[in-house]
């Protein structure tokens, strides 16, 4: 074969290449996570950050063990049998907060909205919402944060990194506990967060716990994965609607005192 024969071969190689990635590229915006998103697997989010939790500050250790869950692979908590015996704060219809409301129990959905300068995500679980603000803004830190205060959903920015949302969010109200086995984080934590579509069909979420004040290293989340409802699984009367289910899906006072001595929640 040519010199020139070789060239030629070589440049139908590649253009067959370039072809095959711009046509897998056509099939979804990476930038795009506009849609509704369900939680892959099962089991309700048990421990959202993973079993290898790091090492405690003896200030986290004891906030930690104050905790008093109805259930934990933890031998070290005090584990009740009556939810009215447990100080997880959900029980007395608060909300969860985040990262918990993403992960507890069997719901698991979120839409995204993109909006100018910010990207709303749309919770489920107790009808609210997160804003992650894309306008450029600084993280709060210092005294403008002390100013504002902790939010049960803490105050984010967000900014592409390639195709990565990356999330930051700080400001969390530390009286949430991260999720249903008692685990606690403190005002001065920010949990990192990375969207990733990595199908058209399918978001890969990672997140990173920075606490400082109550762990001696990261705690570092379990990757997981969101699957993008069909439209015919999105409907208003469905279960699978973004805004329905038994009671809105909120903690309502008026509801708790029954539900909550039957432990429904």
């Known amino acids: 074969m040519s010199r020139t024969q070789l060239l030629a071969a070589l440049a139908a190689v590649l253009a067959l290449v370039c072809s095959s990635l711009l046509a897998q590229e056509a099939l979804f915006d990476p930038h795009d996570l506009s849609g509704i998103w369900a939680g892959d697997g099962g089991g309700g989010g048990f421990m959202p950050f993973g079993p290898e939790t790091p090492q405690m500050t ?3 250790e004891e906030r930690y063990f104050q905790s008093l869950p109805t259930r934990s692979p933890d031998p070290r908590l005090t584990l009740v049998d009556d939810p009215a015996l447990s100080n997880d704060p959900t029980f007395t219809c608060n909300p969860r907060g985040f990262p918990r409301t993403i992960f507890d129990h069997g719901v698991r959905l979120f839409e995204f909205v993109h909006t100018e300068g910010r990207i709303l995500q749309l919770l489920q679980r107790g009808r609210t919402l997160r804003e992650f603000w894309m306008d450029g803004r600084e ?22 990194q390639g195709d990565t949302l990356v999330v ?16 606690v984080k403190s005002f001065a934590a920010r949990i990192e967060e990375r969207y990733r579509r990595i199908a058209p069909d399918r978001i890969e979420h990672q997140m990173v716990l ?9 705690y570092v989340a379990i990757t997981r994965y969101f699957q993008r409802e069909p439209a015919e699984r999105t409907t208003y ?3 699978y609607g973004l805004f329905s289910g038994v009671t809105d899906l909120m903690c ?6 029954e539900r909550q001595s039957q432990g429904a929640f």
């Open 58 to 60: 003896p200030a986290g």
């Open 139 to 160: 993280l709060l830190s210092g005294e403008s944060l002390d100013n504002i205060g902790p939010a049960w959903y803490g105050h984010s920015v967000a900014e592409w």
């Open 168 to 183: 930051n969010t700080v400001g969390m109200d530390d009286r949430a506990w991260l999720d249903g086995v008692g685990h």
């Open 210 to 218: 920075y606490d400082p004040e109550f762990y001696t290293e990261p």
């Open 237 to 239: 009367f469905g279960w």
């Open 252 to 257: 309502a006072p008026m509801n708790a005192v």
